[in-house]
């Protein structure tokens, strides 16, 4: 590893612990309230508005609320795929019909998941999707987006190219995670467009 490198990841790790430290100051009421805001904001997207296939998670614990726009793509008849983590952090999908189809399942000592509880379809059912909503911590000026530090969607990124899929990709945060610069990595590639409570923030075109 590069000092650069390192240099970035210790960047990374400072950024990290200071956003979940104010997503962990949210209250309750302020994180129902974000979740309604952000539902509205996201079905407003015309990818969303045309999407047969959305591949998409259940939010957990403090993160920007997910579950009332999973149930408004779902009434709209689109077809909404929820991940499922492996033993390796990659992840297979489900389909999502409700929240009664959901199974909370905790991995090892890390937070409880809720994840799709029916048939599984497979790591590659990702790429049907016509638009992939990713979680994260921030997002850039430029577009890049920080995770959790799993690696998890950056397999699922890596499998898209690998299969000439070009959904739109976007990430749902609150609107303080919308920063400057993320420190970033030769293999991360920039989301399209940012969702928070207040508005939508595009970069760049689509391929």
Not at 14 to 31: C, E, F, G, K, P
Not at 139 to 168: E, F, H, I, K
Request: glycine fraction near 10%; aromatic fraction near 4%.
């Amino acid at each position: 590893m590069r000092h650069n490198d390192r240099a970035d990841e210790s960047d990374k790790r400072v950024l990290r612990r200071d956003i979940l430290q104010a997503r962990n100051s949210l209250t309750a009421d302020d994180m129902r309230e974000y979740a309604i805001a952000l539902s509205r904001q996201a079905r407003a997207l015309p990818e969303l508005a045309h999407a047969r296939t959305v591949a998409a998670y259940v939010s957990v614990g403090s993160e920007p609320g997910t579950l009332a726009l999973l149930d408004a793509l779902r009434a709209r008849g689109v077809r909404v795929l929820l991940p499922a983590l492996l033993p390796d952090n990659d992840l297979d999908w489900g389909t999502y019909t409700g929240q009664n189809s959901l199974g909370r399942v905790r991995h090892g000592g890390r937070m409880a998941l809720f994840e799709p509880a029916g048939e599984r379809l497979g790591p590659d059912a990702v790429t049907e999707a016509d638009v992939v909503l990713l979680p994260g911590l921030a997002v850039d000026a430029r577009g890049m987006r920080l995770g959790r530090g799993g690696g998890s969607y950056d397999r699922v990124l890596a499998r898209l190219d690998r299969a000439g899929a070009r959904p739109a990709l976007v990430v749902l945060l609150y609107d303080a995670e919308v920063v400057g610069r993320v420190p970033e990595e030769p293999h991360d590639r920039p989301v399209h467009a940012v969702v928070t409570p207040s508005g939508v923030r595009r970069f760049g075109a689509r391929p």
